[in-house]
Nanobody, 123 residues
Framework: QVQLVESGGRLVQAGGSLRLSCVAS????????MGWYRQAPGKQRELVASITSGGSTNYSDSVKDRFTISRDNAKNTVYLQMNSLKPEDTAVYYC?????????????????WGQGTQVTVSS
């Protein structure tokens, strides 16, 4: 069983910074891509940023130049550094792990999600 646990979400003022962390645990052999999604009330879940095991990154236009995603492959951990936060960044942020291979089922590639962490940016 693979679990993703996020941390770091809290209330912050506009213009402030936050760092989210997500740790994947379990019998993990490898993870292809890890990423962050967010869902605001009444809106669909959207991709914020993703990073492959090789370090290639992808960002949504709304967070480019403000957010930075990074990853520690040895620790199966992904981070999201969020700077210059805006009220419209308020959402539940979910960690995602894609292409997960485990030691007990190495031929399968699965997707896992965390439970989410709340980020609230006040104006």
């Amino acid at each position: 069983q693979v679990q993703l646990v996020e941390s770091g979400g809290r209330l912050v003022q506009a213009g402030g910074s936050l760092r989210l962390s997500c740790v994947a645990s379990g019998s993990i052999f490898s993870i292809n891509a890890m990423g962050w999604y967010r869902q605001a009330p009444g809106k669909q879940r959207e991709l914020v940023a993703s990073i492959t095991s090789g370090g290639s990154t992808n960002y949504s236009d709304s967070v480019k130049d403000r957010f930075t995603i990074s990853r520690d492959n040895a620790k199966n951990t992904v981070y999201l550094q969020m700077n210059s936060l805006k009220p419209e960044d308020t959402a539940v942020y979910y960690c995602n792990a894609d292409g997960v291979r485990t030691y007990y089922s190495p031929s399968r590639r699965e997707v896992y999600w965390g439970q989410g962490t709340q980020v609230t940016v006040s104006s």
